[in-house]
């Protein structure tokens, strides 16, 4: 079965509200990694974190690691079309690699 | 910027008929990967390599799909006989141990 499970499936908001997306797991995860796939495109690799508590921003986006290492999530602030897509999260464990179901983001302008 | 190649970047082809996708991965890179992306399935992994060696293929159908790795410069995924429901975009990625995994354009596949 999955090892991560992401919420929500879609999410549609105004352009300049505030977006996030969660990746659980009920297993201790050794990493997570964020990726975002525009339409009709392929998955782009956003960031990595592997530390308990790990907090990293790229611009308006900022990615965080559980305490417990069991959960993660995406926060985009203010955000604009150029942010539409669909945003997966992906951890790996021995040898085996686990993605979510991916999260669909619709920006209304 | 090193890329994922992967050819073709369509197909379409009638069932019944053999297809092999390509994939050079980024040189250095020691990890391949083969997934498939359906709107119903989302991204399946099928298949992949650590240097070169096959470690997991579970989530591939073994009777009709088969994937190798004749050298480090060269991955493909075969459909043989193809069937209507192989249609879907498939992605190769590569990366270095647990590191990113960097994405081709995909093939998108059309089985009539």
């Known amino acids: 079965g999955q090892q991560v499970m992401q919420i929500p499936q879609y999410q549609h908001v105004q352009e300049g509200e505030d977006f996030t997306t969660y990746c659980n797991s009920s297993?201790?995860?050794?990493?997570i990694q964020w990726y975002k796939q525009r339409p009709g495109g392929h998955p782009v690799f956003l960031i990595q974190?592997?530390?308990?508590?790990e907090v990293k921003k790229q611009k308006r986006l900022t990615f965080q690691f559980g305490e417990a290492k069991k959960n993660s999530s995406l926060h985009i602030t203010a955000t604009q079309t150029t942010d539409v897509g669909t945003y997966f999260c992906?951890?790996?464990?021995?040898?085996?690699?686990?993605f979510g179901t991916g999260t669909s983001l619709t920006v209304i302008p | 910027d090193a890329r994922v190649t992967q050819t073709p970047r369509h197909k379409v082809t009638e069932m019944g008929q053999e297809v092999t996708m390509r994939c050079q991965p980024i040189?250095?890179?020691?990890?391949v990967f083969w997934y498939r992306q359906t709107m119903m399935q989302g991204l399946e992994l099928l298949a992949y390599?650590?240097?070169?060696?096959?470690?997991?293929d579970s989530g591939m159908p073994k009777d009709r799909f088969s994937a190798e790795m004749p050298d480090a410069t060269l991955a493909t995924l075969k459909i043989q006989p193809s069937e209507p429901r192989d249609s879907a975009v498939y992605f190769c990625?590569?990366?270095?141990?647990?590191?990113?995994?960097?994405f081709g354009d995909g093939t998108r596949l059309s089985i009539l």
């Open positions: 297993t201790t995860l050794s990493n």
């Open positions: 990625a590569s990366g270095a141990d647990r590191g990113a995994q960097h």
């Open positions: 040189l250095g890179h020691n990890t």
């Open positions: 992906e951890s790996n464990t021995g040898n085996q690699f686990y």
């Open positions: 390599f650590r240097n070169r060696a096959p470690l997991d």
């Open positions: 974190l592997v530390k308990s508590g």
